[in-house]
C-alpha cells in the first residue's frame, strides 16, 4: 500500500522531524524517512542514523535519489522491511543535520520543496565518520564523492 500524507501524518516518524523541514518535504522524501525508520527497527538501532536514510534512498522507487544511485550503480540488496509502530526511536544528530544540509541546498537552488535528492545530497556533505563499519555507507559515499 503506498503512503499517503494523511497515513503518514500518524506515523511516529514524522514527530521526529522538525517542523520547519516537515512542512517542505515532499510525500517521496517522508516515505524514504519512514522507510529509514523502518531499517533502524529491522537493525535494532535507538536512532535513525544516516545510513539508515541512505539505505532507504537506494529503495525509493522512481525517485531521482535512486536513479542517480542505479547511475553509479550503487544499489543496496536489503529489502524495505515493514514498519513496526510503537518502537521508540530518535532522529540522531547526524541525520538532523542530514536534513538541515538537505533543505539548504533545496534553498540554494530555490526549489520549494526537499525532495529525495535533496536528502542524497544531505548523505554526501556528511563526514564518512557518521557512517560507522556499514557495508553501504561510506563505500557509496567514497564512490559518489
Known amino acids: 500500500m503506498k503512503a499517503t500524507q494523511a497515513n503518514l501524518a500518524n506515523s511516529p516518524t514524522i514527530e521526529l522531524i522538525p517542523a520547519n523541514i516537515r512542512s517542505v518535504l515532499t510525500l517521496r ?4 524517512l519512514e522507510t529509514a525508520r523502518a531499517f533502524a527497527e529491522q537493525a535494532g538501532a535507538s536512532a535513525i542514523e544516516p545510513q539508515h ?10 525517485s531521482l535519489a535512486q536513479l542517480i544511485l ?12 515493514a514498519a513496526r509502530p510503537g518502537r521508540s526511536l530518535v532522529l540522531a544528530d547526524a541525520a538532523r543535520t542530514l536534513l538541515t544540509h538537505a533543505v539548504a ?5 530555490r526549489h520549494r520543496h526537499v525532495g529525495t535528492e535533496h536528502l542524497l545530497f544531505g548523505a554526501v ?21
Open 53 to 62: 536514510v541512505l539505505l532507504a534512498l537506494t529503495r525509493s522507487r522512481g
Open 29 to 32: 522524501a517522508l516515505r524514504t
Open 105 to 109: 541546498i533545496a534553498a540554494k537552488h
Open 125 to 145: 556533505t556528511l563526514e564518512p565518520r557518521h557512517y560507522p563499519a556499514t557495508p553501504f555507507g561510506a563505500p557509496i559515499l567514497a564512490k559518489i564523492r
Open 70 to 81: 542505479k547511475h553509479w550503480r550503487l544499489a543496496a540488496t536489503a529489502q524495505p522491511p
